[in-house]
């Protein structure tokens, strides 16, 4: 009986030779529940393959990459793939090293992760997303929002204007640094109230996702009020009427307001609800990423290449609905990513 629970729990979680790294404990399920964009082409198979794999996984991925290795498996039998569970800040220094031909991240790789690769061999490595972020299953690579407290009248920020108010190198092109509520079209007592600042401390997932996503890959302002994580921060900002953070939308609390979001002035604004982040169509929607060392110019390993092809396929993107966590992409992000392995 013993053994039967233990393969059990074996056949569920684990990935071939993972490592003594446990995943994340899984979720409870969500709520919501994705579909498969019906314009993902099947998956089609291509001349047999043979070979192996070895690759590095986030701590959150292991039920999704056993369906995604299961599946392909079946199509090719002489392909042996192992991805052991070492999270995600594993895949810079194992394809720095080349002790494995990929790493599985669930958020985009770090500067500290990236540039050792860099300045070994001259270029950047291979990023390919492979599926949406979750919803708003907590640390689950979830989608962000950015919030005021539940008195605060504001309704909407575009980009350009957050990074008027978090950043000091305005990359936007912002003409002036916004400090007061009056300057987002305030009127009243909140004219002149000033804008208190909650973030996060560099280096940190989300930080990182923001800065790169908003900020263009400029610099935080100074005196930001910052924590370690970003679990306190909707407890801060419903604190405080004049505050305002960013966070996942499964850390809100009942004394916030997730505001409405677009890429620029003119909009759309997007409010987040699990359609529009599903769709990719909320700005602040997260994928999860494969990165490689691929030479500029020269082809992939053929087995990688076409295992990264099943990924983004409707079989694919059909096990991250079975998976029940991440989301599985539009058609049209997917054929986007798929040029990326030519």
């Not at 003409?175 to 208190?196: F, N, R, S, V, Y």
């Not at 940190?204 to 679990?231: A, C, P, S, Y």
């Amino acid at each position: 009986m013993k053994q039967t629970l233990l393969m059990v729990f074996v056949l569920a979680w684990a990935v071939p030779m993972f490592s003594e790294r446990p995943p994340h404990a899984r979720p409870n399920p969500e709520t919501f529940h994705a579909t498969l964009d019906p314009k993902l082409p099947a998956y089609m198979p291509r001349s047999q393959l043979s070979g192996s794999l070895s690759g590095v996984q986030s701590d959150t991925t292991p039920g999704l990459v056993t369906l995604w290795i299961e599946g392909f498996r079946k199509y090719y039998p002489n392909v042996e793939i192992k991805a052991s569970i070492e999270g995600s800040g594993a895949a810079g220094p194992v394809l720095t090293e080349q002790t494995a031909e990929f790493g599985l991240i669930a958020r985009e790789m770090m500067e500290k992760e990236e540039i050792p690769f860099e300045q070994k061999f001259g270029y950047k490595p291979l990023e390919v997303a492979i599926a949406g972020g979750s919803y708003r299953t907590v640390a689950f690579t979830d989608a962000l929002t950015f919030f005021v407290n539940k008195q605060n009248p504001l309704e909407k920020l575009s980009f350009n204007q957050i990074d008027a108010i978090y950043s000091k190198t305005r990359n936007r092109g912002g003409k002036e640094d916004i400090t007061k509520w009056g300057q987002l079209g305030l009127k009243g007592d909140w004219a002149d109230k000033p804008i208190h600042l909650v973030g996060v401390k560099e280096p940190n997932g989300f930080e990182h996702f923001l800065r790169l996503r908003i900020l263009g890959d400029g610099q935080w302002k100074d005196g930001i009020t910052v924590q370690d994580t970003v679990f306190p921060l909707a407890s801060m900002v419903a604190s405080d009427p004049y505050a305002i953070g960013y966070a996942g939308f499964g850390y809100l609390t009942g004394g916030v307001k997730p505001l409405a979001l677009a890429k620029t002035n003119s909009g759309p604004y997007y409010k987040g609800t699990f359609e529009e982040v599903a769709a990719q169509k909320y700005p602040l929607s997260r994928v999860i990423y494969i990165y490689a060392n691929r030479t500029p110019g020269k082809p992939l390993n053929p087995v990688l290449k076409e295992f990264v092809r099943y990924i983004l396929s409707r079989e694919g993107q059909q096990a991250v609905v079975q998976d029940g966590i991440f989301l599985p992409l539009p058609e049209a992000y997917a054929q986007q990513e798929l040029k990326k392995l030519e």
